[in-house]
């Protein structure tokens, strides 16, 4: 079956180093993949995605993410965190025809 | 602006009560989604609705009822069978032409007391 895995449930970093969230399919096929961003009580807001090509993508507020096949792997990358980062972030791979699969998520505190 | 608004932010509920979350869009996007989100279990999809007078069983429909008359309107309503409504409700929506990327909006708690 189809599945998104956040490994890690609560990450704590300074603020000023680099960030790396996990994430880890499971699909037969190529994926379309999502990195989305939720503050306290807020909906979600999309960082970035993976459809095809390039394997390294861009996203907003300085965050990117690699698309590796060979360790069915999507992770998040920061290379300075700020304190406004603070969040939880989820992984989501698009199951067809039409639904988004999530991963639980990832609590990221961050510390002056 | 364009966006989806939810409504209410937050809602009370007795127990025994039938309560409706609304979602509107003004994005003109095709596909709608409700999801409930709870503590350490990500978010959970419950109805989906890919065009006008259709939609379909995520995976926790029971207790839970849709609509879907017009294209901007799909609204959730938590049913007296729904054993544990208690939950942050996330309603989202998709284009139809191409992109699979989905939006969402700022959500809705619902408290059951």
């Known amino acids: 079956a189809q599945s998104v895995t956040q490994p890690d449930i609560h990450i704590t970093v300074s603020e000023g180093a680099s960030l790396e969230l996990r994430c880890n399919y499971s699909?037969?096929?190529?994926?379309?993949l999502f990195w989305y961003v939720q503050s306290p009580g807020q909906g979600l807001q999309l960082l970035l995605k993976?459809?095809?090509?390039?394997?390294l993508v861009q996203g907003i507020k300085g965050f990117e993410a690699e698309f590796k096949r060979s360790q069915s792997s999507f992770n998040l990358r920061k290379p300075s965190v700020h304190w406004s980062d603070a969040a939880e972030y989820f992984c989501?791979?698009?199951?067809?025809?039409?639904?988004?699969?999530f991963g639980t998520g990832t609590r990221l505190q961050v510390f002056p | 602006d364009g966006g989806i608004t939810q409504s209410p932010k937050y809602l009370f509920r007795k127990e025994g009560q039938n309560v409706t979350l609304s979602c509107e869009q003004n994005l003109n996007h095709d596909a709608m989604y409700w999801y409930r989100q709870d503590p350490g279990q990500g978010l959970r999809l419950i109805y989906y609705?890919?065009?006008?007078?259709?939609?379909q069983k995520g995976d926790i429909a029971e207790g839970y009822s849709v609509s879907r008359e017009k294209k901007e309107s799909f609204p959730l309503t938590v049913t007296s069978a729904q054993k544990n409504p208690t939950a942050f409700y996330l309603c989202a929506s998709r284009s139809g032409t191409g992109t699979n990327t989905i939006y969402f909006g700022e959500g809705s708690w619902l408290t059951v007391v």
């Open positions: 989501a791979c698009r199951k067809l025809p039409d639904k988004l699969i």
């Open positions: 993976y459809f095809s090509g390039d394997t």
């Open positions: 609705s890919q065009i006008v007078n259709d939609f």
């Open positions: 699909y037969g096929a190529t994926p379309y």
